[in-house]
């Protein structure tokens, strides 16, 4: 694994599992952005146990979950989004350095990497602020009793396509992704569901 030891291998792979984990925050439930970001977390802290890296900038890195949480959970907060995005820049450019504090990170693949990663952030999280801005417009009630298809492994969390909308929901069982589902009783803006044996064919 000396490829890792690489600072710019590192800082991409450490953009890499910090951008899973917010994707993660963003659409819950898909469990692939979750091992991803584990994965990529995992490496980058083997990195960081190995190079010589400032503490501050790591801390940036962890202050930057906070404003990203609150941005995405209602709308109009895209300064919090915004500020996130720059302590994420900030943090991950700098957790690398050299000669005490200097980046050790190649200053064209952080211009790139961060630019993409701001933008791609920008616009993800900006959807999910106004898909949250409008599901209390939806009445949810609607949806007990209808029947849709598990587009995730569901049992704590998960997610479940009805009436051409993707919903949060969970279920008391593990329900396979694919899975004919039905709902029984919403909680809040999630819907409780249980798997569906009365129909044999897949929901498209």
Same mark, same amino acid.
């Given at each position: 694994m000396d490829?890792?030891?690489?600072?710019? %291998? +590192?800082?991409? $792979?450490? /953009?890499?599992?910090v951008l899973l984990g917010l994707m993660s925050l963003?659409?819950?439930?898909?469990?692939?952005?979750?091992?991803?970001?584990?994965?990529?977390?995992?490496?980058a802290g083997y990195a960081v146990y190995?190079?010589?890296f400032n503490g501050w900038a790591l801390l940036l890195l962890v202050l930057s979950v906070i404003p990203f949480v609150y941005a995405i959970q209602k709308p109009k907060r895209e300064f919090?989004?915004?500020?996130?995005?720059?302590?994420? %820049? +900030?943090?991950? $450019?700098? /957790?690398?350095?050299?000669d005490g504090w200097k980046p050790a990170v190649n200053p064209v693949v952080a211009l790139l990497a961060s630019s993409l990663l701001a933008v791609f952030l920008w616009v993800a999280a900006r959807k999910t602020m106004q898909a949250n801005a409008a599901a209390p417009a939806h009445d949810l009630d609607v949806l007990i009793g209808k029947?849709?298809?598990?587009?995730?492994?569901?049992h704590g969390d998960g997610s479940v396509y009805i009436n051409g909308e993707l919903w949060s929901a969970r279920s008391e069982e593990t329900i396979p992704a694919g899975s004919l589902i039905r709902v029984v009783r919403r909680e809040g803006l999630i819907l409780v569901v249980e798997k569906d044996s009365s129909q044999t064919s897949s929901l498209q």
């Open positions: 490829f890792l030891l690489d600072p710019n %291998v +590192a800082y991409l $792979v450490l /953009l890499g599992g963003v659409t819950p439930g898909t469990g692939a952005f979750e091992i991803g970001a584990f994965f990529c977390l995992a490496l190995n190079l010589s919090y989004l915004g500020a996130s995005i720059l302590l994420l %820049v +900030a943090g991950s $450019v700098f /957790l690398f350095s050299t029947s849709g298809e598990a587009r995730s492994k569901i």
